[in-house]
């Protein structure tokens, strides 16, 4: 198994620590993982993008241009990863601040209100977690206890009293994606 | 009384320092390095540190300073030994590390360094010869080279609108409130030589007592740049280069000394001609 | 510490690795994309526990010099930087090799000229092994291509240093140190004891015991004739690093037909590439260095007997295929691929040039 995926937004939308809790669940699992990110100025504000590949083998290039799953969190990411989906790879979008739908007709596409769900729930902060859940509603490729180790290792120690507010905005993702086009 | 009646242990007045080496010094005749190595090197014998000791050699005409002492010794690249003396005190806490520096080297090409040092407020003692020329290279002019000062570069004297002003950077670093005590010195006279190494002791001693950074300035003669023999350099240096360099402390036990003015520069002073 | 499974940055994992590898000093100077060096040594505080001392220098300049004075005490000293950082640290450098002091320097690179971008590149090839500064002057440079490289190539640094008197450059790039992956730490190896000091270092400057001479640590000989016979021992101990030290990983060359040759984040992409050409039923190698001084010439040479034609791959404009060339003699084609100006080739590029240009 190998699992080569793209979660590219805004910054401050968690994009790049939802990455990173997924690398180390993996880790956790005994995967092999890479996590690159996209860095620099365009990281203070602009769009974030974070490459993860989980695998059961040697992973080759940590940097990659085909995914298996693009998880889009803003329009420009959008426009900019969409044709990066190998076929019969999936995506998932956020309608939130979408205008222009995804349109592939060779790939799953899933959609996730996340967003809108966050600010009604009122948990915003991890919002990219209910994204995170939607992913892995599609594709488990991490087990849930693996995912709470992930989330004791990557959290700072003085915020371990909100990972049952995160494994509970996973849940909710996991409820609320629907398919946009399947094939 | 013949000679071997004179030569007895108790009729020895004066000895050379065994933190000397007995290497034969290359400065010429009349320079002020020789005697400033050996009130150092007497220094650090009466201190009892010679094996504690660090020194870091500049480039410029002291850069074989490590040849003379016999303590063991950094030669460091142009301008950066206050970079050197930082990591060699910080990772070994327990030694006495001093740099000893021209004016090229300490206020030209290093300024950094020597203000960095300086504001981190280093552990270490820093020695500076002045004698506002670049020596070694063949008498070029330096950040502290006098206006109207005649050098290689400076053929017609050193212009103010061409050049800028002379730098006077001890008083620079005085107002830094890393440094404890910064002082100028000189070494052309028997009395000035004696003030001088006290000032170099209290340099040490601060460095012992973990007191922060000391700074001696050491006004010197350049005679063979300057062009005089090493009598008339020392005149002129009292009429030339004390007016604007100041002879004594400047700063002790971190404090400005009262009625040291740090922005006195004289820059219309006359420079005598030696005849 | 014991052995642990991590996920941490190329960047972290240097900062880690100098803490438990013994190091006594840090001294640097903020730069992207390597900036994570000192800032992970700032947070873990390595002086509360191992005792290293960490300081943000003012500049390159004063932090390779600051390497300098603290390794001339025979102390485990290193800096850290990115290409234009790198640049400045030239003068500091070449004295280092000149008074043959031991130390470790990390260039994690990114494009240029000039102030050129951020991005990771890998156009820093010639000023790694081909001098640099001035003089006649090599430094050992190990090229790791994965996080736990980074973490350990620090600890193999410290023993080629010491071994040969010799500055040890670990050359990464953007895509390494700013990537995360899996690590196993190491156990901690303590600072050396001023009596190890004494023991390892008896060049070093730390003070003159009464029953030896002064030592001086110098790049200066003014007599021609003795700054001669010096530069005969540096290259003597250069060649025997080029007999003994020389480090690399051959992947599918066996029977390759064709082989990449790449170093660094490059040769992961080419691993990539490799395995994608495999798939096609295309027989190709993958030839990886490790050190790029000592350059794996006899090895290369070797490889180059056996197959139809070479592609190196860098993310520069073709520096490390010269000496590629020199290697194999012009015995089989070798040409180059590479993007350049913070541009990371993909895996679909080196494939698409190595069929474009050596197999067609």
Redesign the interface.
Same mark, same amino acid.
């Given at each position: 198994m190998t699992e080569e995926i793209i979660i590219a937004g805004f910054g401050g939308q968690g994009v790049l620590s939802m990455g990173?809790i997924l690398? =180390?669940s993996g %880790?956790m699992q005994d995967k092999? %993982? #890479?996590?690159? *990110?996209s =860095?620099? *100025?365009e990281m203070r504000g602009g769009t974030a993008n974070v490459s993860v590949i989980i695998s059961d083998e040697r /992973? #080759? #290039? *940590? /940097? /990659?241009?085909?995914f298996d799953t693009a998880i889009i969190l803003n329009q420009q990411s959008l426009d900019k990863f969409e044709s990066s989906v190998k076929p019969g790879g999936l995506l998932i979008f956020d309608p939130n601040g979408i205008t222009h739908n995804p349109t592939r007709k060779d790939i799953n596409i899933y959609e996730i209100a996340a967003t809108a769900k966050a600010q009604e729930m009122g948990i915003s902060k991890v919002f990219n977690m209910v994204v995170l859940g939607g992913f892995l509603k599609l594709k488990p490729i991490v087990a849930p206890e693996f995912i709470h180790k992930g989330l004791e290792?990557s959290l700072p120690e003085r915020h371990h009293n909100l990972i049952p507010q995160n494994e509970e905005a996973i849940e909710v993702g996991k409820g609320i994606i629907k398919p946009f086009h399947t094939l | 009384m013949t000679t071997a009646d004179i030569i007895k242990p108790e009729n020895l007045v004066y000895t050379k320092t065994k933190v000397l080496t007995d290497a034969v010094m290359h400065y010429c005749p009349g320079c002020g390095h020789g005697t400033a190595h050996r009130i150092i090197a007497e220094v650090i014998e009466e201190m009892g540190i010679q094996d504690k000791t660090i020194g870091i050699a500049p480039v410029g005409c002291s850069v074989l300073a490590y040849n003379y002492f016999d303590v063991d010794f950094q030669e460091a690249a142009h301008g950066r030994a206050p970079a050197l003396a930082t990591a060699a005190k910080r990772l070994n806490p327990d030694r006495f590390v001093f740099t000893y520096q021209g004016d090229g080297d300490l206020a030209a090409i290093g300024t950094a360094e020597t203000i960095h040092a300086c504001n981190r407020g280093e552990n270490i003692t820093m020695i500076f010869i002045n004698n506002g020329i670049y020596g070694m290279t063949g008498g070029q002019m330096a950040p502290t080279t006098l206006v109207g000062m005649k050098s290689a570069t400076t053929p017609y004297g050193r212009n103010v609108a061409l050049n800028g002003y002379p730098l006077r950077i001890t008083e620079l670093i005085a107002t830094l409130p890393g440094t404890r005590f910064v002082t100028r010195q000189s070494v052309h006279t028997p009395a000035a030589v004696r003030k001088a190494k006290t000032a170099i002791r209290k340099a040490f001693e601060n460095q012992k007592d973990n007191k922060g950074l000391s700074f001696v300035e050491i006004v010197s003669s350049c005679n063979s740049g300057w062009k005089m023999t090493p009598v008339q350099a020392n005149h002129w240096m009292e009429e030339n280069m004390f007016p604007n360099y100041p002879i004594g402390d400047i700063k002790v036990d971190g404090k400005i000394v009262e009625g040291v003015d740090i922005n006195r520069l004289v820059v219309d002073h006359p420079l005598t001609v030696v005849k | 510490m014991a052995r642990e499974l991590k996920l941490m940055k190329g960047n972290e994992a240097i900062a880690r690795a100098m803490i438990a590898s013994g190091t006594d000093g840090y001294f640097g100077y903020p730069i992207t994309p390597q900036s994570e060096v000192m800032e992970t040594l700032m947070l873990e505080k390595p002086w509360e526990t191992t005792g290293m001392t960490v300081l943000q220098a003012e500049s390159e300049m004063a932090s390779i010099n600051m390497v300098y004075g603290g390794a001339a005490t025979g102390k485990k000293v290193a800096t850290s930087s990115s290409s234009p950082g790198i640049s400045l640290m030239q003068e500091g450098l070449t004295y280092l090799a000149g008074a043959e002091i031991p130390c470790l320097v990390v260039n994690v690179m990114r494009g240029g000229p000039g102030l050129g971008t951020i991005q990771p590149s890998q156009s820093d090839y010639f000023q790694s092994v081909k001098g640099g500064g001035h003089g006649d002057y090599q430094l050992y440079t190990l090229a790791p291509a994965s996080v736990q490289e980074m973490y350990d190539f620090v600890f193999d640094a410290w023993d080629i240093a010491f071994k040969y008197r010799n500055p040890v450059l670990i050359l990464s790039d953007g895509a390494i140190g700013q990537c995360m992956e899996k690590l196993y730490t190491r156990d901690y190896v303590p600072r050396w004891t001023e009596e190890e000091r004494r023991k390892n270092a008896p060049w070093g400057t730390w003070g003159k015991p009464a029953d030896r001479n002064h030592n001086i640590i110098t790049s200066l000989e003014l007599d021609s004739g003795r700054q001669e016979i010096f530069n005969l021992k540096l290259q003597a101990k250069y060649a025997e690093m080029k007999e003994k030290e020389v480090r690399y990983e051959a992947l599918n060359c066996e029977d390759a037909d064709y082989i990449i040759v790449a170093y660094g984040s490059s040769s992961r992409i080419s691993m990539k590439a490799m395995q994608m050409a495999r798939e096609k039923g295309l027989k190709v190698g993958l030839f990886r260095l490790i050190t790029l001084f000592p350059f794996p010439t006899k090895q290369l040479n070797e490889v180059s007997k056996k197959c139809k034609g070479i592609l190196t791959v860098e993310m520069s404009a073709g520096q490390m295929v010269e000496d590629v060339r020199l290697a194999t003699e012009c015995r089989v084609k070798v040409e180059h691929f590479g993007r350049f100006g913070g541009i990371i080739p993909t895996p679909t590029e080196v494939l698409e040039a190595l069929e474009n240009k050596i197999i067609k």
């Open positions: 990173k690398a =180390y %880790v092999e %993982v #890479s996590w690159m *990110p =860095y620099g *100025p /992973i #080759s #290039s *940590p /940097i /990659i241009n085909q290792k | - | -």
